[in-house]
């Protein structure tokens, strides 16, 4: 039996759990997320508990079990406590400025500025002394794909070490051309 699948998944207080069929949404303070997950899976919330049960040992049955309680657990958290990642900016003259409207306006050795603009659900936050960017929201796969986003309009370069990466990243470094005699 699957490890993850078989374990609960607590509800905290004042998160409600709405499941019919295979519709489940969550509500909670920070938010409401709402998915439809694959008709085999059973969802029933117990007590403060919700549960995700399958129906035989199949490998594909098995596969969706952990998934399914993984990406239930994700909403509970999400709605409850709500998920960041958080990105810093690296180089000489590379900024980030975050903007009234609320989107980031990034120098980052372009000729002209790179600006984005927050998806839906998702928030900002910017120290520009730092210069670390944390991308905020209740949707875990949302925050993490917007993040990847703005961190592909520069990705960190091996040999100086310039653009922008995860906060605690590493970035394995190379010598350059002088490295090479010797």
Do not use: C
């Amino acid at each position: 039996m699957s490890r993850i699948g078989r374990m609960p998944i607590p509800i905290p207080n004042g998160v409600q759990v709405d499941v019919r069929g295979n519709h489940v949404t969550v509500t909670g303070p920070k938010g409401t997320l709402s998915r439809d997950f694959h008709p085999d899976m059973e969802i029933v919330v117990e007590d403060a508990l919700l549960r995700v049960r399958r129906p035989t040992d199949q490998r594909h049955h098995k596969a969706l079990h952990g998934l399914t309680r993984a990406l239930l657990n994700n909403m509970v958290i999400g709605v409850s406590k709500g998920f960041q990642k958080q990105l810093e900016v690296q180089g000489v003259g590379y900024r980030v400025d975050l903007q009234p409207d609320g989107s980031l306006l990034l120098q980052l050795g372009f000729s002209h500025p790179v600006r984005i603009a927050p998806p839906e659900g998702i928030k900002f936050e910017v120290d520009s002394r730092t210069k670390v960017i944390t991308v905020l929201g209740i949707d875990k796969q949302v925050v993490g794909q917007t993040a990847a986003e703005i961190r592909a309009w520069r990705p960190p370069e091996p040999y100086k070490g310039k653009g922008v990466r995860y906060v605690g990243e590493y970035v394995r470094r190379k010598a350059g051309k002088a490295g090479k005699i010797g």
